[in-house]
């Protein structure tokens, strides 16, 4: 299935799907063993838009999803450098809706890369490709997320989401920074029920967030 296909399969999703995006320096963020955030970069030189959507330019998405990886993992203070690279792939910011009855929600698509300064070399073979969704609230629930939130209010939701969910994906390899695996299965589990409040469970069409060929 080609990238255009399983943006446009994951914005059907979208129609059918419906919490707010807690703010990091409110949860009580997890050991992380060594790890110390170093470089932080964000790149949206080919990310698609997956109607119907509002719209919203590379610099925008670069310039708050920066910021959110920034604020989740800034505060990290171990003895070794990472790299945290994210290209965002596409993203959907609902537009206003009929409520109760078309009511689409927003989506971000990334790809993550994380490496290592020291060794200077990637942590993992291929990029985390990661799929969030904007999550519910009472409003977004009855008159639509396009109606309750403004552009910038999902676009930031969306964000504060992504990073949660690199946070976890991070977790899930606790040998690459140093972390006790019983503490990172703890920690995982805790930052996991918060995700699990903040994003809708959704079932997917087959291959809709396969990772995309690599550009020729």
Request: glycine share 4%; with cysteine.
């Amino acid at each position: 299935m080609t990238l255009l296909a399983r943006l446009a399969a994951i914005g059907l999703v979208m129609l059918l799907a419906a919490c707010a995006a807690p703010d990091p320096l409110d949860e009580q963020l997890p050991d992380m063993g060594d790890f110390r955030l170093s470089f932080n970069i964000v790149v949206a030189d080919n990310m698609r838009q997956i109607p119907p959507s509002r719209n919203a330019t590379s610099e925008e998405w670069v310039e708050i999803l920066t910021s959110e990886i920034d604020r989740r993992f800034g505060a990290y203070e171990g003895d070794r450098l990472y790299h945290i690279a994210i290209n965002i792939d596409g993203y959907a910011l609902a537009p206003p809706g009929i409520p109760l009855v078309l009511s689409p929600r927003s989506a971000l698509v990334i790809s993550a890369n994380v490496w290592d300064d020291a060794a200077e070399r990637k942590l993992h073979e291929e990029p985390e490709q990661i799929l969030v969704f904007e999550g519910r609230s009472a409003d977004s629930m009855i008159i639509g997320s396009g109606l309750a939130y403004t552009r910038e209010e999902q676009m930031q939701r969306l964000a504060r989401n992504a990073a949660r969910q690199v946070h976890l994906w991070m977790l899930d390899n606790p040998e690459w920074f140093s972390i006790d695996p019983d503490a990172a299965r703890n920690a995982r589990d805790a930052v996991a029920a918060i995700a699990a409040a903040a994003e809708p469970a959704l079932d997917l069409p087959a291959d809709a967030t396969a990772t995309p060929p690599a550009a020729p």
